[in-house]
């Protein structure tokens, strides 16, 4: 989405301008443990970015914390969007403002629109604990299926093998 004078991190989510809020600690330090723990693990032919945007259609392009996308997807040094086709998994990090559309309307949209994998990251209880929940679109109703929920540790075959320590946030 280019439009001049929008704030950074703008989304259009159901052909409405979606001006996010400044962003906690937690999502930063998360943003930062899973952008670089995808990067590391990532094969040939797949890359993880951080705040960039995935053009879904005409009246969609949100922004997910992370995204990880397929090289044809990729273009020059100053391209700011993905085609929705390019993209394998889409993460979310819940805020307070975004509850709603992390949980509901984002990953409505991202099954939809063909993306195989999703994970939901939240801050859960007292301790201020990371929880991500993975989920993988289901190919008959199109709609994502929980595979697995990870508080201290992430390991997952899909969408390419990964063993992320999820404690390593204390170090961050």
Known sequence: MTLPGLPRHTELIDASLVFTARRRRFDGVMTSLLGEALR????????????????????????????????????????????VSGVVLAVEIVSPDSESRDRTTKPHKYAASGIEHFWLVEMEGEEERPVVRVYERDPVTGTYVPTGVHRDRLKSAVPFPLDIDLTAVDEL
């Open 40 to 83: 590391a693990s990532a094969p040939r032919g797949v890359r993880a970015y951080t705040s960039m945007t995935v053009v879904i259609d005409r009246a969609n392009a949100p922004e997910p914390d992370i995204v990880v996308v397929r090289e044809e997807a990729i273009g020059g040094l100053d391209q700011t969007s993905f085609p």
